[in-house]
């Protein structure tokens, strides 16, 4: 069976891991913080804070913004789960919005969307192919939505105007018109999961972008010990000489990244760019050649003249079938040998959102894309043989479906 996301793991990520754990410090340290800096050198943001996952980081950073009930985050329809969810558990309300033929968030939904109560907008750079951010950015900086925008503390304050906090679990490495994720809205953040183009096992960061007004580093250390029950110091500077003492200033999380999975993000971030995103890049190209002549493909968005997907997942999509014809392509396919996958079946069809009134009709752009939506695979262990069986399984499944 050709599965659909296994990680890379080879004998240079073993090794990091074996010399973590002989090194006898095996949660955040000194690995943590050199992965840090590696991935600011890599993005070009400010600054980035190692948490243990996206879903840690996307709430960190709306309790950071002070965001609370009444609030509203406009997030899009066609997302996973977690970009809506931190924003239920801040007590927030997620208004969520129609996406485009390129799956990602319509900027022009989003500026019907907005209130008074709107702080945060999370665009999500789905497949790794990144949201709008210009025409995003010219709605926030719009005269009156920023008059509409009610600032409830200094940060908000200080901003002026809905802040822009990027899901880009799958868009390491993307880039919009020269630019690389990280540095394409106000805050950003990475996942790190296991099935992500770069893993830690478990995982994510937070690049911080913020205008020159803000000190990153101060924020930087906010969101460190945010992230660390509010205390005040780390275990490991705890540990040096002396420096026992510390205090709790808030209530805070435990979403600390460990330096054991750093250690496999130091191996990965060091090849991503010349090696893991060439082999992504190879095999979506792969696919695209040999379906882009056929006449049922609608080929998923990769590259224009200003925007490069980071190749996470293939979005092919199938014209003129229905959703259970998809359903039985995934399964022949599956049948034949290989694993195949949907991103994703739209929020307000999953019961949780159903039962708080989020209703499929009102977003027909989501559910047109995910009805006859097929993912392939990629990943770097996936050979041309894999991929040649998965492209004549198919091409042959597809097309007996559609003949009936
Ligand atoms: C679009 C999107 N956002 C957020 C997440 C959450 O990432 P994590 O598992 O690191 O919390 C995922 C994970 O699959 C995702 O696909």
Sequence with gaps: MIPFSPPRIDKHIIEEVKDTLLSGWITTGPKTKQFEKLITGYCGHRKTLCVSSATAGLELILR????????????????????????????????????GDDFTISPSAIQKAVTHRTKVIIPVDIGGYPADYDQIFKIVNIKEIKEKFCPANNVQKELGRILVLSDAAHSLGAS???????????????????????????????????????????????????????????AYSKLKGGNWRYDVKEAGYKSNMTD???????????????????KRKHIFYKYYNALKNKEWVILPPAENHFRE???????????HITESQRDEIIQKVYDDGASLNVHFIPLPMLSFYKKNNYDIKDFPKSYELYSNEISLPIYYDLTDENIDFIINSLIKNTENILKG
């Excluded at 999975?261 to 060439?278: C, F, H, P, S, T």
């Design 176 to 234: 919009y018109k020269g630019n690389k994720t990280g540095t394409l809205s106000d805050i950003t953040i990475f996942s790190f999961h296991a099935v992500k183009n770069l893993t830690t096992s478990e995982g994510g960061a937070i690049c911080l972008n913020l205008s020159d007004n803000f000190d990153c580093d101060k924020i930087y250390n906010e969101l460190a010990v945010k992230s660390l029950h509010g205390q005040t110091k780390d």
């Design 309 to 319: 997907s980071s190749f996470h997942v293939f979005l092919l999509r199938i014209k």
């Design 260 to 278: 054991l999975q750093a250690a496999i993000g130091l191996v990965e971030i060091k090849r991503y760019e010349n090696d893991m995103l060439q």
């Design 64 to 99: 950071w913004f002070g965001v609370g009930p009444g609030d509203e985050v406009i997030v899009p329809a066609y997302t996973y789960c977690a970009t809506a969810n931190v924003v239920i558990h801040s007590g927030a309300k997620p208004v969520m919005v129609d996406v």
